[in-house]
């Protein structure tokens, strides 16, 4: 599908609105329509007016007008997306993407990741890469492709490795590829995202990959790992690994490595704690490591 065609047409919304009474009377004949199963019209000035109705200052119109774009499916993709990059009003380009993920095409993809990395409201971006983890398996190498720009921010790694865990469980051979990137970057939110497929797929392959990203090369990769095993595995099988990383070079992974054996109740690694303890340098760890053993010692009374 074309997403482009129509644009000077659809350029006209970019700041268009509805007065109060006439976003009321809109919203009451769509309520209508959709509780009797009709589906509303999608012709331009239709589909206009319920976009100008996105804007609106009340929740419940606002709602109502999604829902009825979302009925209307993918006739109302081309104005979505067009009010979702151009629009004034950022309350319409936040309910746009919302939108965009109450029909959940693909063929919006191009269009979310423009407003993802351009656009300068939190909410756009946060439902934007909602849509996209909507969307799926389609949208998961466009997410990874993100976290290599220099320019990515914090925020929105944070966004895309929420958006991973989502999709993970949906495509776990493509996320397991991803492990496997030479990006540590990507490594490190592949392996974020593994929980789901490890906690609730019992995925033997997910499982071993993690257990293999506590010898990345990447000290960030095996910092995330050691906080994944913590969730994810069984004392008895992993305590092993996490002792070993109590001397790792970074001290990340060592604090990583003492709280997930306290979260664990890995009691048999007392010993190995308190060894570490003995040589630890960074303050920080340091703490970490006392309250473990303090833990672990009382929960073995």
């Given at each position: 599908m074309d997403l482009s065609q129509g644009s000077e047409d659809l350029n006209s919304i970019?700041?268009?609105?509805?007065?109060?009474?006439?976003?009321?009377?809109?919203?009451?004949?769509?309520?209508?329509?959709?509780?009797?199963?009709?589906?509303?019209?999608?012709?331009?000035?239709?589909?206009?007016?319920?976009?100008?109705?996105?804007?609106?200052q009340r929740g419940a119109?606002?709602?109502?007008?999604?829902?009825?774009?979302?009925?209307?499916?993918?006739?109302?993709l081309p104005i979505l997306c067009n009010s979702l990059r151009t629009h004034e009003n950022v309350v319409v380009r936040r309910a746009s993407a919302k939108t965009l993920n109450l029909i959940g095409s693909k063929a919006a993809l191009p269009f979310l990741l423009e407003a993802f990395l351009e656009d300068d409201d939190p909410v756009v971006l946060g439902s934007s890469a909602g849509a996209m983890a909507t969307i799926g398996p389609d949208a998961l190498q466009s997410l990874l492709g993100?976290?290599?720009?220099?320019?990515?921010?914090?925020?929105?790694?944070?966004?895309?490795?929420?958006?991973?865990?989502?999709?993970?469980?949906?495509?776990?051979?493509?996320?397991?590829?991803?492990c496997d990137s030479p990006h540590a970057e990507v490594r490190v939110a592949a392996i974020s995202a593994l929980g789901d497929q490890i906690q609730a797929l019992g995925d033997a392959k997910a499982m071993q990959r993690l257990l293999n990203a506590m010898d990345d090369e990447c000290s960030e990769v095996r910092a995330e790992a050691a906080t994944l095993i913590g969730k994810s595995c069984d004392a008895e099988d992993v305590q092993h690994l996490l002792v070993a990383k109590l001397v790792d070079d970074d001290p990340q992974?060592?604090?990583?490595?003492?709280?997930?054996?306290m979260k664990l109740t890995a009691r048999e690694s007392i010993e190995g704690l308190s060894k570490a303890a003995e040589s630890e340098q960074d303050e920080g760890v340091m703490k970490v490591i006392e309250v473990a053993i303090k833990i672990l010692k009382a929960d073995d009374e």
């Amino acid at each position: 599908m074309d997403l482009s065609q129509g644009s000077e047409d659809l350029n006209s919304i970019s700041n268009s609105k509805l007065t109060e009474e006439e976003a009321s009377k809109l919203a009451d004949e769509l309520s209508l329509k959709l509780s009797e199963g009709v589906i509303p019209g999608a012709d331009s000035d239709s589909l206009k007016k319920m976009v100008a109705g996105l804007g609106d200052q009340r929740g419940a119109l606002r709602l109502t007008f999604a829902k009825s774009l979302g009925a209307i499916g993918e006739a109302a993709l081309p104005i979505l997306c067009n009010s979702l990059r151009t629009h004034e009003n950022v309350v319409v380009r936040r309910a746009s993407a919302k939108t965009l993920n109450l029909i959940g095409s693909k063929a919006a993809l191009p269009f979310l990741l423009e407003a993802f990395l351009e656009d300068d409201d939190p909410v756009v971006l946060g439902s934007s890469a909602g849509a996209m983890a909507t969307i799926g398996p389609d949208a998961l190498q466009s997410l990874l492709g993100i976290l290599v720009n220099p320019d990515c921010t914090p925020f929105q790694v944070g966004l895309i490795n929420l958006a991973l865990t989502f999709i993970g469980a949906k495509a776990p051979e493509a996320l397991l590829e991803a492990c496997d990137s030479p990006h540590a970057e990507v490594r490190v939110a592949a392996i974020s995202a593994l929980g789901d497929q490890i906690q609730a797929l019992g995925d033997a392959k997910a499982m071993q990959r993690l257990l293999n990203a506590m010898d990345d090369e990447c000290s960030e990769v095996r910092a995330e790992a050691a906080t994944l095993i913590g969730k994810s595995c069984d004392a008895e099988d992993v305590q092993h690994l996490l002792v070993a990383k109590l001397v790792d070079d970074d001290p990340q992974v060592r604090k990583n490595s003492a709280l997930s054996l306290m979260k664990l109740t890995a009691r048999e690694s007392i010993e190995g704690l308190s060894k570490a303890a003995e040589s630890e340098q960074d303050e920080g760890v340091m703490k970490v490591i006392e309250v473990a053993i303090k833990i672990l010692k009382a929960d073995d009374e």
